[in-house]
């Protein structure tokens, strides 16, 4: 098990009516074990964001610090991820959104004597269409570009290439249960 303790400081605002940003950072510290003992570590964690909206269109920027219980064979990493975006109506029942990422992750344990590091970039767009005031369908399309900084023999090559998801879906989400007066 992997665990992290730690306190953050968070500060939001809206600049203007279309601009609003959001800060939350702070000391956390790493702790745990998986195969090994994970050493006790401080890093700072926390998340910043921005949003600017036009009248018909939005935008992101973020970006993320935070320990991860891993994936595959990283047994916990330390990652920092920055993304943009946006999202846009097409028109009364069509939306798109767009999304690009960059991924830098470092392994909190060694394995083979290395510590395992990765990048991953991915870029995604997604469509979607209102069926009802309740349901709605999509499509989507991602592409993700991995690459091991350092490769041990354990890691082989499991996170180097490019990667397709293409998804299909539907989505539900039913009116809240209680609505305000």
């Given at each position: 098990?992997i665990?992290?303790?730690g306190?953050?400081l ?9 601009v609003?940003t ?11 074990t998986t195969f ?6 401080w890093?700072l964690?926390?998340s ?5 909206a036009?009248?018909?269109t939005?935008?992101?920027g973020?970006y993320?610090r935070?320990?991860?219980?891993g994936s595959?064979i990283i047994?916990?990493?330390l990652?920092?991820?920055a993304?943009?975006?946006m ?8 939306n798109?959104?767009?999304q690009?990422?960059?991924s830098h992750n ?14 991953a ?9 209102r ?8 499509g989507?399309?991602?592409a993700?570009s991995q690459s091991?900084?350092?490769?041990s023999?354990?890691?082989?090559g499991a ?6 998801v ?9 009116a ?6």
């Amino acid at each position: 098990t992997i665990g992290h303790d730690g306190v953050n400081l968070d500060y939001s605002r809206a600049w203007t009516r279309r601009v609003s940003t959001t800060v939350s950072f702070g000391p956390s510290r790493t702790h745990g074990t998986t195969f090994a003992p994970i050493p006790v570590e401080w890093n700072l964690a926390g998340s910043a964001q921005i949003t600017y909206a036009t009248r018909t269109t939005g935008f992101y920027g973020s970006y993320a610090r935070a320990v991860n219980g891993g994936s595959g064979i990283i047994f916990g990493a330390l990652t920092d991820t920055a993304s943009a975006g946006m999202n846009r109506p097409i028109n009364r029942d069509w939306n798109l959104g767009l999304q690009v990422s960059y991924s830098h992750n470092v392994g909190l344990v060694p394995l083979d004597g290395e510590i395992p590091k990765y990048d991953a970039v991915f870029g995604a767009a997604q469509v979607s269409r209102r069926l009802t005031e309740t349901l709605s369908c999509y499509g989507s399309y991602t592409a993700i570009s991995q690459s091991a900084k350092n490769q041990s023999a354990e890691l082989g090559g499991a996170f180097n290439g490019l990667n397709n998801v293409i998804a299909i879906g539907i989505t539900f989400a039913p009116a809240p249960l209680i609505r305000g007066r």
